[in-house]
């Protein structure tokens, strides 16, 4: 894993995300991104809460089962590949996680900057 990275700061990012009015942005940001990606995935999640581990068993089946589609939803998302080549693990679970985290902390981005002023 990368060393600014670990589960707890994925829940405190979700943590942020769920005291915001823009939740339902985020969701709509994300499901965007997901079609753009051709990802046949609609988001079932209906507490932010469980959010993450939708996303990150999605990506697991992504890296076992179309890492075409997994590369599609990073360039989609725009994660930072700078951020991407931080990662030391090879464990899916972690990469799963990890990516994870990053999508929603750029989607995030991309909610926010739009409604900040």
């Known amino acids: 894993m990368s060393e600014s990275y670990n589960l707890a700061t994925g ?7 769920c ?45 076992h089962n179309d890492f075409n589609e997994f590369l599609n939803l990073l360039y989609a998302v725009d994660v930072s590949e700078k951020e991407i080549r931080q990662l030391d693990s090879e464990s899916s679970i972690n990469i799963a996680e990890y990516v994870t985290y990053l999508i929603l902390k750029r989607e995030w981005q991309k909610v926010w900057y739009r409604n900040r002023g």
């Not at 829940?11 to 995300?17: A, G, R, S, V």
């Not at 991104?33 to 959010?51: C, F, T, W, Y």
């Open 11 to 17: 829940k405190q990012l979700i943590e942020e995300i």
């Open 19 to 63: 005291k915001s009015d823009f939740y339902p942005q985020f969701i709509a940001q994300i499901q965007k991104d997901l079609n753009r990606a051709g990802m046949d995935h609609v988001i079932k999640s209906e507490k932010p809460r469980q959010l993450f581990s939708e996303i990150a068993s999605l990506l697991l089946e992504k890296l």
